[in-house]
């Protein structure tokens, strides 16, 4: 019989799939590293799950313990899975601007969710982080991942996310590209990747970032962008420069362009991320020759979009094109 022991067992081992009809015109291979195929459908379970198996080597949580965490998106998702499965509670914290449907995902885990006002200043004590930072001081047990700086959540993408790329290209992939939110995939697995690849002839693999334009790490002020789940306003503990090679800025409607396309043209329902990243692997391969890979990572599935990137009118209300759009007609008795 071939089963895996728990949901737990399912996280990682993604696959590989190339790019072949966006890559018109281009020689090099792109391949994209499906995360959504993760149980809880976002790359963030690798981390969830090592952020808290770290800290129960480390004595930080035990038997009875709750995980408290200001997080309502993918992060939530993995720890809520990884925490309910090892016997922990879960407290999430999340602003009153994140959609109700995002908070139900949480709850259908069994996990508690607390909602705070968005309108407040960051050191209130009710703001995200106040609020946060009071419950897991006062909660008996609880442990607070924090994602940002938690030297776990680069670890696992260094142990997992990069030999997995290393290991499905045998040693050939030539350019790594993904964005940086907390920065955590691109330094494990870019530092992997260029450690593992270091003395072969053609020299290691280049890492480039792919990020929202507007965000810090390619030079921005922070300014707001539509894109989900890249970019920062701040330097998180978690982002290496020293890891990257270059860093790309990407505009909302290119990033949304291509999330479409990939979704009409690939078969691939992916996330803003996702069609953010693969805008810059087509233009870093643009260039390279037929035996260059590029691998491109993709976070999460374009399911949480649906209301927003895949809805035509919400594009054009913010003043994104939509093309190539499908029809829905009615049918009714008359
Ligand atoms: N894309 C999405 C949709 C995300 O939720 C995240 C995590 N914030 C990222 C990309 C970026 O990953 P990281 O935090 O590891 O930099």
Avoid: C
Wanted: charged share 25%; glycine share 12%; no cysteine.
């Amino acid at each position: 019989m071939k089963y895996a022991d728990s949901v737990l067992d399912l996280i990682g081992h993604t696959p590989l799939v190339k790019l072949n009809k966006v890559t018109e015109g281009i020689d090099a291979t792109v391949l994209v590293k499906l995360e959504y195929l993760n149980p809880g459908g976002s790359i963030k379970d690798r981390i969830a799950l090592k952020m808290i198996e770290r800290a129960e080597a480390e004595g930080k949580l035990s038997p009875g313990g709750t995980v408290v965490e200001p997080t309502s998106g993918n992060t939530g998702v993995g720890l809520a899975m990884v925490a309910q499965q090892k016997g922990y509670k879960t407290v999430f914290v999340t602003p009153d601007k994140v959609g109700q449907e995002k908070r139900d995902v949480l709850r259908a885990y069994g996990a508690d969710v607390v909602v705070v006002a968005s309108a407040v200043a960051p050191d209130s004590e009710y703001s995200y982080y106040g609020v946060s930072d009071r419950l897991t001081r006062e909660t008996e047990g609880a442990y607070k991942p924090d994602q940002f700086a938690n030297p776990a959540a680069p670890d696992s993408h260094y142990e997992t996310t990069g030999p997995e790329i290393w290991a499905d290209t045998d040693g050939k992939i030539t350019h790594f590209v993904a964005g940086a939110g907390t920065g955590g995939t691109i330094t494990g697995t870019g530092r992997y990747l260029k450690e593992v690849s270091k003395d072969r002839p053609e020299g290691p693999v280049k890492v480039v970032v792919s990020d929202p334009d507007g965000s810090v790490y390619s030079g921005g002020t922070g300014r707001p962008y539509f894109v989900e789940g890249v970019g920062e306003d701040m330097w998180p503990g978690n982002y290496d420069p020293a890891v990257p090679d270059e860093v790309q800025p990407v505009t909302d409607a290119e990033a949304f362009e291509m999330t479409r396309r990939l979704a009409q043209e690939e078969g691939l329902l992916l996330g803003g991320s996702s069609g953010m990243a693969v805008v810059t692997a087509l233009k870093v391969a643009k260039d390279l020759p037929k035996d260059a890979v590029v691998v491109v990572l993709a976070p999460d599935s374009g399911r949480g979009y649906l209301a927003k990137i895949f809805n035509d009118q919400w594009m054009n209300a913010h003043g994104f094109p939509t093309s190539g759009g499908s029809a829905e007609t009615t049918a009714f008795p008359p």
